[in-house]
């Protein structure tokens, strides 16, 4: 990967892009006006544009970037503010205080949700295993402004982890977090958001295993979650209880680990 900024820029922003190469410890390429896809004619990898209003991230031959937008959780808070059901909440049983761990932190909007859901007395922790990513979810959720207070603070109190999710579950404390969370890649495609598409190609692939499952359970003083596609084999491969949803492409599985030995 190597980092640019926008094309119309100043000293200052190019000073900001060549730390930010700095601290990802990748390439820093000077923009002169020329255009993304230029760039990445000449460094063929993922280019990361350093903008004065977010941070954007192209694939090889993309004409869209991924981009922070917590439009889908500010839609789901909302929900819950109208005292309207959310499933990962409900069905997870989140609950003020709680301390939540996101294995699979993508886009951010199940963290974002569960900040909300669990207030400042509560702590939610997500994991994302590509290092760029994380780096532009972490930078959204600290400096996006939503125009809602509450919302504005569930982001900021969410702390990212850029880490390999078995590394860190293996790392944590018995019993650590109520909730452990996992929303993998599903196995069978189906109509995903914008934000979704735009985010596969820099998914990180890394497979569920039982050793994962193993170690979450172990973190977890509550349940795992697992949300995936209907039709997914892994949750009778790693024994979730299936919260089937009628009409919806996927559904979560949940297993309790209260008075586990």
Known sequence: MFVTTAGRTDELWIAKAKRLAAELNVIYLPRKKRSVKALQSLIKDDCLVLGKERLELYSPGSAEPFFFHPNVAMLRIKRLMNNEEDPLISIGG?????????????????????????????????????????????????????????IDESMRRIQVAASNHLEMLKGLETNSYHIVYFDPMFEETIGESDGIRLLIPFAAADKLTEEAITEAKRVASRRVILKDHFRSSRFSEFGFSVHVRKTAKFHYGVIDTVGKN
Do not use: F
């Open 94 to 150: 989140i609950t003020e205080g709680m301390k939540v761990l996101d294995c699979t932190l993508g886009l951010g909007s199940d963290a974002i949700t569960a900040s909300y859901q669990v207030g400042s007395s509560g702590m939610v922790t997500g994991i994302e295993a590509n290092p760029h990513l994380a780096k532009i979810v972490q930078t959204g959720l600290r400096e996006w402004e939503t125009g809602y207070r509450v």
